[in-house]
């Protein structure tokens, strides 16, 4: 559900956005959810719901992948409002990471994001 939230707020911004583990072509943005949650009161199910996810923004350069990560958190932090049905409360902005893999010679920086949402 919040993948879906995702992919339509980053693509309607011109970012690429694929599943994490897909083929990339760089600079592109994958993500991964890593923690959900759920709340509740005395009665049982709050109703909202928590999910943590890591955006990864990849790219050739470190530039270019700080410059991808900023739109990104540019785009989802403190992000309310309705995407395809889900009613998203807010996001945070948990976590952030840079690497860079000898292997490929590509960076990326990592943004963990905490989606506050009603479930349906």
């Known amino acids: 559900m919040i993948g879906k939230v995702i992919t339509n707020l980053l693509n309607a911004s011109g970012i690429e956005v694929i599943p994490h583990g897909h083929e990339k072509v ?44 900023d739109n990104v958190k540019d785009i989802l932090d403190s992000y309310t409002g309705t995407v395809e049905g889900v009613n998203v409360k807010t996001v945070f902005n948990v976590n952030e990471n840079d690497l860079y893999e000898n292997e490929t010679g590509i960076y990326q920086n990592i943004v963990d994001f905490e989606f506050i949402f009603e479930e349906e």
């Open 26 to 69: 760089y600079p592109v943005a994958t993500y991964n959810k890593i923690a959900n949650s759920q709340g509740y009161t005395h009665q049982g199910k709050d109703g909202i719901g928590r999910e943590i996810f890591q955006i990864s923004c990849w790219a050739e350069t470190f530039a270019s992948a700080e410059i991808l990560r």
